[in-house]
């Protein structure tokens, strides 16, 4: 098992940046890959980037490729994930997720746990 808690989300700006981080715990957590979603107001939950477990290996979706910056620091069982140049488009709650079979993956439903999410407002 696996608990993940998100926080450093709030209202930026456009333009402005976050970090979200996304703490895991649990006896296995290191070795799992961790991705980072989103669901905006009425979507759909979409995948933002995955990083594999060692660090070293990280896959973006085109839409934040450049302006998103996926990162993790094992000795913390963290993941971060800085956002530069905000756009009010960004605007969603978001997730941060773990799989045991450390893909790295766009994939949501190969990501086995989930944090409960946090709000990310950009106003315009």
């Known amino acids: 098992q696996v608990q993940l808690v998100e926080s450093g989300g709030g209202l930026v700006q456009a333009g402005g940046s976050l970090r979200l981080s996304c703490a895991a715990s649990g006896r296995t957590a290191g070795s799992y890959s961790l991705g980072w979603f989103r669901r905006p107001l009425g979507k759909e939950r979409e995948f933002l980037a995955a990083?594999?477990?060692?660090?070293?290996?990280?896959y973006y979706a085109d839409s934040v490729k450049g302006r998103f910056t996926i990162s993790r620091d094992n000795a913390k069982n963290t993941v971060y994930l800085q956002m530069n140049n905000l756009k009010p488009e960004d605007t969603a709650v978001y997730y941060c997720?773990?799989?045991?079979?450390?893909?790295?993956?766009?994939?949501?439903?190969?990501?086995?746990?989930w944090g409960q999410g946090t709000q990310v407002t950009v106003s315009s």
């Open positions: 990083i594999g477990n060692s660090s070293g290996n990280a």
């Open positions: 997720a773990a799989d045991r079979w450390a893909r790295i993956s766009p994939l949501i439903y190969e990501y086995e746990y």
